[in-house]
């Protein structure tokens, strides 16, 4: 199974909504990652978990939240964002370390109006 | 993680061998190459990577020259399917260093 599940597929919230976009794998990988991409784009890092441990935040702004609740579950959570965040947001996992592969969600595509 | 450089756009005509070229001059020694995929509104899709051998699987063949600093993402016998935005990659994945950054990819089109 190298089947990374993102749910919902696709979110519509508006400016003072609160959302979670939730991702799973059940491959026993270590490593955790949300992706943004804007159309034509390629996608751009957001954050990454090891071990269930924050270890990569690039800079994103506090109106995404993180968090992984277990070693299978990661969880992006959405206040106050604005239409510029309309976007796709990627999630995939590794096992970590030298020579590994990254699996890739389908995306939940977002809409901020 | 090093840079690397892909031509913007390719066209292949189905049937035919797709060859993916892509620099990456200034790869470190511990670096792996990394070939991802992108279908139309899709989740990047693995390909292939290697460290300093040829590399092939079921979907395509990873070609690296010796110097390292160069190599070809080459697909075998092309289909439509194939159509799609081509990301060669260069990243070390140390424990608690996961980063997979992309770059801005080749958009490989498919001619029938």
């Known amino acids: 199974d190298t089947e990374v599940t993102q749910t919902p597929k696709h979110l519509v919230m508006g400016m003072t909504n609160k959302k979670s976009l939730k991702c799973e794998q059940h491959?026993?990988?270590?490593?955790m990652y949300w992706y943004k991409q804007k159309a034509k784009k390629p996608p751009e890092l957001m954050f990454v978990y090891s071990y269930e441990k924050l270890s990569i935040n690039e800079s994103v702004p506090s109106r995404f939240s993180p968090e992984c609740p277990n070693s299978s579950l990661l969880n992006l959570h959405l206040h106050a964002l604005q239409p510029e965040d309309s976007a796709l947001y990627l999630c995939?996992?590794?096992?970590?370390?030298?020579?590994?592969?990254?699996?890739f969600g389908q995306g939940t595509r977002l809409t901020v109006v | 993680d090093a840079k690397t450089t892909q031509p913007p756009s390719m066209d292949c005509a189905e049937g035919r061998a797709a060859n993916l070229p892509c620099n990456h001059s200034?790869?470190?020694?511990?670096?792996?190459v990394y070939w991802y995929r992108q279908i139309h509104s899709q989740g990047p899709q693995y390909i292939i990577h290697?460290?300093?051998n040829n590399e092939t699987n079921e979907m395509a063949s990873l070609i690296i020259t010796e110097d390292r600093k160069s190599s070809t993402l080459i697909l075998p016998h092309a289909t439509l399917r194939d159509t799609a935005v081509y990301y060669c990659?260069?990243?070390?994945?140390?424990?608690?260093?996961?980063?997979?950054?992309f770059g801005t990819g080749t958009r490989l089109t498919i001619i029938p």
């Open positions: 990659i260069v990243r070390v994945a140390n424990f608690g260093n996961e980063k997979l950054t």
């Open positions: 290697g460290l300093k």
């Open positions: 200034t790869i470190s020694g511990n670096e792996y």
């Open positions: 491959m026993g990988h270590r490593a």
């Open positions: 995939a996992s590794s096992q970590g370390g030298l020579g590994t592969e990254a699996f």
